[in-house]
């Protein structure tokens, strides 16, 4: 059976949340910018995200090329971290605070479900990396 297409598929899934990942930092930080002046620990969060970022879009280009399978790997897993972790702040963080939700606009909670869907479709690239690794042998650099 070819199974060619489980690398490109989560290489092409890795740079897109890469680029996802930058995007966003990049724009959270651009509007922490306006909120706080100086430095915040909201902005260390978003630069991390563009690093995380950077990381996933290097590691889909070399699951593309099929080399350096753990790389590739590592940056499937870095790509379901980042929407995990927003749920977890948005979603869990405010159980504890039931009157949150209360106050919470309509957009708000459906984004949240929006990038929980987002999140779960992650796993799909760490899946197809585990699944690709003998189509990665004898291309060890």
Same mark, same amino acid.
């Given at each position: 059976?070819? $199974? $060619? !297409?489980?690398? @490109?598929? *989560?290489? %092409?899934?890795? /740079?897109? =949340?890469?680029v996802g990942e930058v995007l966003g930092g990049s724009f959270d930080i651009t509007a922490s910018r306006f909120i706080v002046s100086g430095i915040d !620990? #909201? $902005? /260390? &969060?978003? *630069?991390? +995200? @563009? *690093? %995380?970022g950077v990381l996933v879009i290097v590691s889909g280009v070399y699951a593309l090329k099929r080399r350096m399978w753990w790389l590739a790997l590592v940056g499937s897993i870095f790509a379901f971290i980042p929407? *995990?972790? =927003?749920? !977890? %702040?948005w979603v869990c963080w405010p159980l504890f605070k039931p009157s949150y939700l209360l106050h919470a606009h309509l957009l708000e909670i459906l984004g949240v479900l929006l990038l929980g869907f987002i999140g779960i479709l992650a796993i799909f690239p /760490? &899946? +197809?990396? %585990?699944?690709? #690794?003998k189509q990665f042998a004898g291309k060890q650099v």
């Open positions: 059976m070819n $199974k $060619k !297409w489980m690398p @490109i598929t *989560a290489g %092409v899934l890795d /740079i897109l =949340y890469g !620990w #909201r $902005k /260390i &969060v978003f *630069a991390l +995200l @563009i *690093a %995380v929407p *995990a972790l =927003y749920i !977890w %702040v /760490i &899946v +197809l990396m %585990v699944l690709s #690794r």
